[in-house]
């Protein structure tokens, strides 16, 4: 089963390996609302738009993560709004793909829009409710990366758990291997492909807090699978 | 691996049985010993995790004389108000129960480098294989004149956690109306270099509410210091007029004290004080000279890739004591350090895997309620040092949400490590 969606992803990846904002030239607002339809029930969007099972969806260009007053967001989602993350038409684009791969522990109960039209069109569309369209940057300069979902072949690695019980006595730390989760997330008992693809979200530099960029950015692929191997089971 | 022949000495069974099974090359006495002295962020993380990745293999022994281990991460916030005494200080009932430490409360007086021995005050003999020494810093004596020891009681560094830092804070409180607080700071390197601005920053923070007459001064003999933009933007946004930084352009670095009469001279000229912070000049914790491993300079020079003694492949320095290269000393750092100490002394111990040595470091600094800052790297053993591969520093400027997240972060990490330490 997970065998073959990563052949399903990597035909995927190989058909849209096109930047974000190439597609972006020609995305098309029309088709766009037809995509919406799959958010349509959990996210309103337009004039006197409210908040449902998902925020409402106006002004979302600019707009910080998890800062609509009185919406239930995730932890998640709240702290990654504290640690800066802004939807712009890149974070937007990389959410959409993979929700978690931004937000581990979001509620946003989607599996992605793997098509990058798509995700053009769709943007598209949530551009026309947003203050000034037209002075909503494409995409910061700063941004890296566009291929933004995890390498199937990455995903597919087997990791060491020795290695990773190694490798894990540098977040022990922070992260509090009991699963206790004050001010710093747990990382326990996590799924290994969720693991996987937040950790190499951080190594892209596309989640924001710098200490986890940091811890990431020197971690090769088989380190981060052995953590996540690791990880998935301590203390069971 | 190299087999050290030292281990070998003693008996030619050892030998054999090391041929057929290279896990036990303890020698005569069976298990190998590791003593441990110091159980601070170095030290007890260096034992539990002997003990823990040791499997039963390793003898592990921890000389610490106190029974409960006051951090000095976190002292500052108590300094604050923000954090009760009680919540910084942390025993040893784990280590000892749960992982088969053998727990000593004693001071190590000696160290006989070629018996393998480490003497105790209390009388007793340890003998061991690998030494590991964390015993943090002491002052270097006559760092600044006018002060020493003995004058603790008057003008306390409270740069050793426990009761001097319950005296600082009880003279703060003390404080008269409008008095001044002052503070000596040190000059490089010393443990902890966001400390004293920190401190300063939490007792500002007192003051703000409690006396918002009073001013603070810091005298410095170092021309910058760490995270100074960050310091520097929050004290004028939450202190703005009370605190002055009187670095070596002013003559903070021609500076002498009066304890008896609570005056500091700065430059030649006399100022009387209310409170008065000396933190002298620092060095390796005296047991490190006694053993023999220090430098002209007071620190215990070591190989970055197994935190062994440049002196003596048998003794092991972490944290503060050690001169490892670009890690700032602190107990993050000591934390790292001893992980990879450890791993290097079990792999020489009982032939376990030995990984490349990674280290990391992050220091957390709080100026106000919720306005937490940080500073961080990480780092590889290259053939001369510790080097730093990678950092990142908090930016001026940010907003207040990031800032909260931070100081949030740090309360996650001030739990991480202790529960990494002590079990
Ligand atoms: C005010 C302040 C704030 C700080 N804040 C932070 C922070 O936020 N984050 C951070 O990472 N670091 C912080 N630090 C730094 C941190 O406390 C030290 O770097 C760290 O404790 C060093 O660990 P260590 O093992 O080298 O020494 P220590 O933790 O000091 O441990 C040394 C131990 O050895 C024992 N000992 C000494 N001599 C002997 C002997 N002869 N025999 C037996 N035992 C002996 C001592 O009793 C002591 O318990 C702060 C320091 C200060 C002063």
Redesign the pocket.
């Known amino acids: 089963m997970i065998e073959l969606r990563h052949v399903l992803l990597s035909v995927i990846v190989a058909c849209f390996a096109q930047s974000a904002a190439a597609n972006h030239a020609d995305a098309d607002a029309k088709r766009g609302e037809r995509v919406f339809k799959k958010c349509r029930s959990c996210h309103k969007v337009g004039e006197g738009a409210t908040n449902r099972v998902g925020p409402q969806l106006n002004l979302l260009f600019q707009r910080v993560a998890g800062s609509i007053e009185g919406f239930k967001y995730s932890e998640s989602m709240l702290r990654a709004g504290a640690d800066g993350l802004v939807w712009d038409h890149n974070t937007l684009d990389t959410y959409l793909e993979n929700p978690k791969s931004l937000i581990s522990k979001t509620r946003m109960n989607f599996r992605g829009l793997k098509d990058a039209g798509d995700r053009a069109n769709v943007m598209a569309y949530l551009r026309q409710f947003s203050d000034n369209p037209a002075n909503i940057p494409e995409a910061s300069p700063t941004t890296v990366g566009t291929d933004h979902e995890v390498d199937p072949a990455i995903l597919a690695l087997q990791g060491d758990p020795e290695y990773g019980e190694y490798l894990s006595s540098e977040c022990v730390s922070c992260h509090q291997i009991d699963g206790a989760d004050s001010g710093i997330p747990s990382i326990t008992n996590w799924p290994a492909e969720d693991f996987v693809i937040a950790m190499h979200a951080y190594k892209d530099k596309k989640r924001v807090h710098p200490v986890m960029q940091m811890m990431a950015g020197r971690l090769s692929a088989e380190e981060i699978a052995g953590l996540a191997a690791y990880f998935e089971k301590v203390g069971q | 691996m190299k087999l050290n022949r030292r281990n070998f000495i003693g008996s030619a069974a050892a030998v054999s049985a090391t041929l057929s099974a290279p896990m036990v090359m303890g020698g005569s006495h069976g298990r190998p010993r590791v003593v441990v ?7 007890a993380t260096a034992a539990r995790y002997l003990a823990k990745d040791g499997k039963g293999m390793i003898d592990v022994t921890l ?4 029974r409960t ?1 006051y ?6 916030l108590y300094i604050g108000g923000f954090r009760e005494f009680s919540s910084i200080g942390h025993t040893y009932g784990k280590l000892a129960a749960d992982y088969g430490i053998n727990v000593i409360h004693d ?3 000696g160290v006989d480098r070629d018996a393998k021995t480490v003497t105790l005050a209390g009388g007793g003999t340890l003998p061991y294989d690998r030494l590991v020494l ?3 810093i002491d002052f270097k004596e006559g760092a600044v004149p006018g002060w020493d020891v003995t004058a603790q009681q008057k003008m306390p560094h409270a ?3 426990g009761s001097q830092t319950q005296l600082l804070k009880s003279q703060l409180e003390a404080m008269p109306q409008g008095g001044t607080f002052c503070m000596v700071a040190p000059p490089n390197p010393f ?2 270099p966001p ?1 004293p601005y ?2 300063v920053s939490m007792v500002a923070h007192h003051l703000k509410a409690n006396n918002p007459t009073a001013k603070i001064l810091i005298v410095d003999p170092k021309p910058k210091f760490s995270k100074q933009a960050l310091f520097q933007e929050g004290w004028s946004n939450h202190y703005d007029g009370m605190i002055e930084w009187i670095g070596p352009d002013f003559g903070g670095d021609k500076v002498e004290v009066r304890p008896d009469m609570m005056e500091v001279v700065i430059d030649g000229e006399v100022t009387k004080v209310d409170v008065c912070n000396v933190i002298p000049a620092m060095k390796a ?3 490190a000279e006694i053993a023999g491993v220090t430098n002209e300079a007071g620190w215990a020079p070591v190989h970055a890739a197994t935190m062994a003694s440049k002196v003596d492949q048998n003794i092991h320095v ?4 050690s001169h490892q290269g670009d890690m700032p ?6 934390n790292s350090q001893a992980k990879v100490a450890a791993m290097a002394i079990r792999g020489a111990l009982t032939g376990s895997k030995v990984f490349p040595a990674k280290f990391t470091n992050t ?2 600094s709080l100026i106000e309620t919720n306005d937490g800052i940080k500073v961080g790297a990480s780092y590889e053993a290259t053939d001369e040092k510790i080097a730093k591969t990678d950092g990142f520093i908090s930016k001026t400027g940010e907003d207040a949400a990031l800032r909260k997240v931070t100081f949030e972060e740090s309360v996650g990490w001030y739990d991480g490590i202790t529960s990494d330490m002590f079990g």
């Open positions: 002295i110091g159980g601070g962020a170095g030290g000389v610490e004389p106190t281990y951090t000095c991460f976190f002292s500052n001071w190590a007086i964390s015993p943090g740069y050793k956690a443990r902890c400390g920190e401190r914790g005296k047991i972490l944290g503060d004591a000393k602190s107990g993050f750092a000591a220091c957390w």
